[in-house]
């Protein structure tokens, strides 16, 4: 069973900063990708940041240049470093593992349960 543990949530200022954390239970390079996905409340969950095992990333158009996804092997954690918040920004912040059978045929995600991210004006 894979278990994910977010820490690094909070209430900022407009402008602040925060850098979220995702300890896995096992090695992150069994993961086929890490990421952080949002949900605003009463909106849906979106995509915020994503790192393929072999290291490639992508980031909503809405925080590329602010946010940065990271990693540490070793720590088997993922980062979100967050930059020049934005009240838009406040929402429960989840992190994510993508992980395939062996043959890449099938594939399960698992989820946090997620940290609060709140920005005030």
């Known amino acids: 069973q894979v278990q994910l543990v977010e820490s690094g949530g909070g209430l900022v200022q407009a402008g602040g900063s925060l850098r979220l954390s995702c300890a896995a239970s096992?090695?992150?390079?069994?993961?086929?990708?890490m990421g952080w996905y949002r949900q605003p409340r009463g909106r849906e969950r979106e995509l915020v940041a994503r790192?393929?095992?072999?290291?490639?990333?992508n980031y909503a158009s809405s925080v590329k240049g602010r946010f940065t996804i990271s990693r540490d092997n070793a720590k088997n954690t993922v980062y979100l470093q967050m930059n020049s918040l934005k009240p838009e920004d406040t929402a429960v912040y989840h992190c994510?593992?993508?992980?395939?059978?062996?043959?890449?045929?099938?594939?399960?995600?698992?989820w946090g349960e997620g940290t609060l991210v709140t920005v005030s004006s």
């Open positions: 096992r090695d992150i390079f069994s993961f086929n990708a």
């Open positions: 790192i393929t095992r072999d290291g490639s990333i």
């Open positions: 994510n593992a993508l992980l395939s059978n062996y043959l890449g045929t099938y594939f399960t995600d698992y």
